[in-house]
T-cell receptor, first 117, second 112 residues
């Protein structure tokens, strides 16, 4: 049972380059999320997808786009990377109602460490 | 604006003693609160949660307390063990569930 899988684990980009961070979950969860973690800021929600075919902005969506390819996969795209996007990116998945009933939280991947130079 | 705040960036305790991590929130619409634990180079892992209809939830050595009137929650770890050394994030969400907000984290160090 892999849970949430993120690729790549590390990436260095030059300013202006584009890239897509991949995320897949095998728990049949309806909802998927992208967070970024920065020192002193905790985790901040970039985008989320409550179900296949829907996406919504979170706290810090500027500079990013997302695609919910199917129920399993949720990708995050940086069209023109900037140094301010240097961060650790976490994908997560959840079934919010079921998790609340059972007292569970989101399941996170192991992260992608992105450096933009 | 940070709706979930952890004002202590770090905490150091002796093995066997109690660790108390604190968290404050500002959004009165939050009704589900969680603690996550994070080791270096790993994603956060869910630790314990509490619904707003309760004021205490216990799971083994971990207990979460919720004071709704003060918009404050805390995590107690008793007894603390060296393996508990990690960063602990407080989180909160509304009934909708897809808007979970996190605090900045508290790094706990448990000394042998």
């Amino acid at each position: 049972n892999a849970g949430v899988t993120q690729t790549p684990k590390f990436q260095v980009l030059k300013t202006g380059q584009s890239m897509t961070l991949q995320c897949a979950q095998d728990m049949n969860h309806n909802s998927m999320y992208w967070y970024r973690q920065d020192p002193g800021m905790g985790l901040r929600l970039i985008y989320y997808s409550a179900s296949e075919g829907t996406t919504d902005k979170g706290e810090v969506p500027n500079g990013y786009n997302v695609s919910r390819l199917n129920k399993r996969e949720f990708s995050l795209r940086l069209e023109s990377a900037a140094p301010s996007q240097t961060s650790v990116y976490f994908c997560a998945s959840s079934d919010p109602y079921k998790n609340r009933v059972r007292g569970y939280g989101y399941t996170f991947g192991s992260g992608t460490r992105l450096t933009v130079v | 604006d940070q709706q979930v705040k952890q004002n202590s960036p770090s905490l150091s305790v002796q093995e066997g003693r109690i660790s108390i991590l604190n968290c404050d929130y500002t959004n009165s619409m939050f009704d589900y609160f969680l603690w996550y634990k994070k080791y270096p180079a790993e994603g956060p892992t869910f630790l314990i949660s509490i619904s707003s209809i309760k004021d205490k939830n216990e799971d083994g050595r971990f207990t979460v307390f919720l004071n709704k009137s003060a918009k404050h929650l805390s995590l107690h770890i008793v007894p603390s063990q060296p393996g508990d050394s990690a960063v602990y994030f407080c989180a909160a969400s509304t009934l909708e569930g897809n808007d979970m907000r996190f605090g900045a984290g508290t790094r706990l160090t448990v000394k042998p």
